[in-house]
């Protein structure tokens, strides 16, 4: 009997050192330093994409030009949809701050819509692009053009999925301290799509206009 509570002690032991271990090991903001180092990687895609079109926005192969194809008034109202959503999206940490969570999923729902209406008209712009035969492979100008908006785009998805997963978690555990860190980081995500899609609207669209 005094073995089976010594291997007992032993082995509660081991799992409070265990759990000590990791607590010592793991900072309490671990995973917003974690989510900075991901956007900071983030920012080296998009600086090379940027790049890469300042190199080949210019190489139009006998094709059309920006001021040919783009449609600034569309591209406008794009960007509205996207700003607006980070404004929602602020409303909606306020809101969590209050300790409100329908509030809270309220303007996460509103953010998504503006995220989908964005990627909507993006989609509408590919698809008329390539109808008239302004396809990626049309030139390096498109070529260029396409990975860097496509690529922008791709993030805007996974932030919606990340958006609508996170409303779940709400839906069932409330304004806990996960789901806390959860929309913070959602929150720094959303405005660096901003950011980018600021600097595409601005180095791609309004200068690509230009003679």
Known sequence: MSEISATLNSA???DTSSRFYVREHHPENGT??????YLMSDCLVFASLFATYAVLGRNYAG?????????????ALNTTFLLLSS?????????SQRNRV?????????TGLFGLAFL????YEFVHLIHEGAGPQRSGF??????????HGLHVTFGIVWLVTLLFQLKKHGLIHENRRRLMCLSMFWHFLDVVWIGVFTFVYLMGVLP
């Open 102 to 110: 329908n509030a809270t999923m309220v303007w996460l729902v509103v």
């Open 120 to 123: 909507s008209l993006e989609m």
């Open 87 to 95: 404004i929602t999206y602020g409303f909606a940490m306020l809101e």
């Open 12 to 14: 509660t032991g081991a």
């Open 32 to 37: 917003l330093l974690g989510f900075w180092l």
């Open 63 to 75: 094709g059309p030009t920006g001021a040919e194809l783009f449609e600034l008034p569309l591209v």
């Open 142 to 151: 498109l070529t260029s053009f396409f990975a860097l908006v496509a690529t």
